[in-house]
């Protein structure tokens, strides 16, 4: 049973920055993890993805102030958000897809506003 442990969320003021940690637990070495965010009253989209065969992925609209990294060899995986906008505000959710099956992490809430 994978089992994830997110911190790292906030009450930020635009333009500040935020870095987002989760690692998991409880399984081998995870081919892919992911970051996903819900703000309120939207569905649930992707914003960051980190295989370890294949290219990293950000979403198009945050590209250039979300960065995605890894502890190398570690199911360690980090959000790195800067200037922050107040659209930005969503719960973000540490994802991976092991064996066919969505894990879900319990989700960091970060909120931005002036």
């Known amino acids: 049973q994978v089992q994830f442990s997110e911190s790292g969320g906030g009450l930020l003021q635009p333009g500040q920055s935020l870095r987002l940690s989760c690692t998991a637990s409880g399984v081998n070495l995870l081919d892919r993890m992911d970051w996903y965010r819900q703000a309120p009253g939207k569905q649930r989209e992707l914003v960051a993805s980190?295989?370890?065969?294949?290219?990293?992925t950000i979403a198009d609209s945050l590209k250039g102030r979300f960065f995605i990294s890894r502890e190398s060899g570690k199911n360690t995986v980090y959000l790195q958000m800067n200037n922050l906008k107040p659209e930005d505000t969503a719960v973000y959710y540490c994802?991976?897809?092991?064996?066919?099956?969505?894990?879900w992490g319990q989700g960091t809430h970060v909120f931005v506003s002036a």
């Open positions: 994802h991976t897809l092991l064996y066919g099956t969505d894990h």
């Open positions: 980190f295989p370890l065969s294949g290219s990293l």
